[in-house]
């Protein structure tokens, strides 16, 4: 079994910056590929990037050049680095984990269906 835990959310001006964390426990063998997803008021959830063990990482084309994800595999842990933030960044974000092989999206994150664990996640807010 695998428990994430997220924390670093806020309420942030538009053009700062936040650092959410993810912390890992349980299966190492599941956290190979650890992402983020958020889901906004009305919204459906949305991939933002996901990282492997290897340091592969893809984007979803909103946060590109704004967001850096990264991993600490030593620990398991993950975060997520956001720059340059905007209103429509606003949302619950979620830490999740154990994906397919990232090769197998191509230049896509994975959708968050295709993730087996997740956290409760952390609100970010922007205005």
């Known amino acids: 079994d695998v428990q994430l835990v997220e924390s670093g959310g806020g309420s942030v001006q538009t053009g700062g910056s936040l650092r959410l964390s993810c912390t890992t426990s349980?299966?190492?063998?599941?956290?190979?590929?650890l992402g983020w997803f958020r889901q906004a008021p009305g919204k459906e959830r949305e991939g933002v990037a996901v990282?492997?063990?290897?340091?592969?990482?893809i984007y979803a084309d909103s946060v590109k050049g704004r967001f850096t994800v990264s991993k600490d595999n030593a620990k398991n842990n993950l975060y997520l680095q956001m720059s340059s933030l905007k209103p429509e960044d606003t949302a619950m974000y979620y830490c999740?984990?154990?994906?397919?092989?990232?090769?197998?999206?191509?230049?896509?994150?994975?959708?968050?269906?295709?993730?087996?664990?997740w956290g409760q996640g952390t609100q970010v807010t922007v205005s």
């Open positions: 349980g299966d190492a063998a599941s956290m190979y590929c």
């Open positions: 999740a984990a154990e994906c397919r092989p990232l090769s197998y999206y191509g230049d896509r994150v994975p959708p968050p269906t295709d993730y087996n664990y």
């Open positions: 990282v492997d063990s290897d340091g592969i990482t």
